[in-house]
């Protein structure tokens, strides 16, 4: 993050004022690089805090989230960037023959 100013293994939503976005009265950031995939079967319900539902606040927000997690994905797969702590694409193809099935 130094020698370029940013970094995209992460994501955080500001206001308009900067100041960080807060989920729950906790300011929150998008862990891209802890991503893995699941399907619709896996989400029970929205996420709720305190019984409100939480959400994004722009479908802008969704596309950038979106552009940097492609990106991540397409570094893995040329093995770029490495993630010993999962199987992301072991885990993906497993999911996928579940849904085949």
Request: with cysteine; charged share 30%.
């Amino acid at each position: 993050m130094e020698k370029r100013g940013f970094c995209d293994g992460y994501h955080i939503i500001r206001n308009k004022d900067g100041s960080i976005y807060k989920i729950g009265g906790q300011e929150g950031v998008f862990l891209i690089l802890k991503m893995f995939p699941i399907t619709k079967k896996y989400l029970k319900e929205n996420y709720y805090f305190n019984t409100v539902p939480q959400r994004l606040v722009s479908e802008n927000h969704i596309k950038l989230i979106d552009k940097k997690c492609n990106k991540m994905i397409n570094l893995l797969k040329r093995g770029t960037l490495t993630r010993n702590d999962v199987d992301l694409f072991g885990l993906e193809q497993a999911l996928l023959e579940s849904l085949r099935i």
